[in-house]
């Protein structure tokens, strides 16, 4: 069964300084790997994936995540934070359904970023 | 751009009630899927469609039902509503189903 860690219940960075928010996984299969971001009161917004390609892969807002297969990690970065980006942000994953993997996304439990002035 | 509309945005029950939870996909989106956020909690699969069949299946109570219909807008029924039910209620829906799902606003329902 697909699973996914995020270790840091919290991380709280300095504006303009780089931030890590972590994840690790746990497939049978090949990983869909996905970063999600809800601010409150509000849906998730979907800011990139990992399918197969390289494995630093860009998104939005200046967000970008590096794929480590062999640390079966999937952590999400930007060099310089924002005051704005401060949210919670959900890794998911998700089997590959062409190998028989299920299409539905389980999540992390979430980080809750902020970004301090 | 168009996104995942989901309607009502708010709606409350009492227990016992019934409920209709509706989503319309971004055109042209051919799978739609339900999930269950809980306070605090992190969103959790319920169902899902993929050209009007049911393609998946979570863990969605025997009280819950939900279907696709013809202009792939789908509807999720709630019935015998208990006070754990109340959550935020997201529909997502995507081109295909390898594709990244897109998330509606949610709507949030209160059971009393």
């Known amino acids: 069964a697909q699973s996914v860690a995020q270790p840091e219940d919290q991380v709280n960075v300095a504006e303009g300084n780089p931030l890590t928010v972590k994840c690790t996984y746990s497939v049978s299969g090949n990983p869909y790997l996905f970063w999600y971001v809800q601010y409150p009161n509000r849906g998730l917004q979907f800011l990139l994936k990992?399918?197969?390609?390289?494995?630093l892969v860009k998104g939005s807002y200046g967000f970008e995540a590096e794929f480590n297969k062999s640390q079966t990690s999937f952590h999400l970065k930007k060099p310089s934070a924002l005051v704005s980006d401060s949210a919670l942000y959900f890794c998911a994953v998700r089997d590959d359904k062409s190998q028989g993997g299920s299409e539905k996304l389980v999540f992390g439990k979430g980080t809750k970023l902020t970004v301090n002035p | 751009a168009a996104g995942v509309i989901q309607s009502p945005r708010h709606l409350i029950k009492e227990k016992r009630e019934t409920a209709t939870l509706k989503c319309y996909p971004i055109p042209r989106h051919d799978t739609v899927y339900w999930y269950q956020q809980g306070p605090g909690q992190d969103p959790q699969f319920l169902i899902s469609f993929y050209e009007k069949m049911q393609s998946d299946k979570g863990s969605i109570p025997d009280r819950f039902s939900a279907q696709q219909f013809s202009d792939y807008h789908s509807e999720l029924n709630m019935s015998s509503l208990e006070l754990g039910d109340s959550a935020l209620y997201f529909c997502?829906?995507?081109?295909?189903?390898?594709?990244?799902?897109?998330f509606g606003p949610g709507t949030r329902l209160t059971v009393t």
């Open positions: 990992y399918i197969t390609g390289d494995n």
């Open positions: 997502a829906s995507s081109l295909d189903r390898r594709g990244e799902q897109y």
